[in-house]
Structures are given as C-alpha cells and as structure tokens.
C-alpha cells in the first residue's frame, strides 16, 4: 500500500523495472491517499515507483520477492 498526500489534482504512478523500462502506468484521482501497489503480475525483482505531486517528482525503490 502507498500512501500519498492527498491532492487536488489526479496523479501519475508509474512502475519501471530496473532497466528504466516502464511496466505500469496508473492515474490516481485527486483526493485518493491510500493505493494498492499494482505489483501482483510483475516478477521478482527491483521496480521503481514514480509519482509526480505537486510539480515534485517522487521516486522509490521496491524490491518485490
């Protein structure tokens, strides 16, 4: 679960593998600050989770088993 200051505006998430390459691509309506990581059907591995809020850009690494 990610959590996220809630906003006025609808947010991009995106999912990229460890090469860059994007695997997901989700918008999140405006308000929303709770989210379920779309990480399910993705191998094991090393993603990286992007969010643009507020003009900020927002990156973290996750590891999934």
């Known amino acids: 679960t990610l959590e996220l200051a809630s906003s006025e505006r609808a947010i991009i998430l995106t999912v990229s593998d460890v090469l860059g390459r994007t695997v997901h691509t989700q918008e999140i309506p405006?308000?929303?600050?709770k989210l379920d990581l779309p990480l399910a059907?993705?191998?094991a591995g090393t993603y990286y989770i992007g969010v643009v809020?507020?003009?900020?850009?927002i990156v973290k690494k996750v590891v999934k088993f």
């Open 30 to 33: 405006k308000g929303t600050n």
């Open 41 to 43: 059907d993705l191998m």
């Open 53 to 57: 809020l507020e003009g900020e850009k």
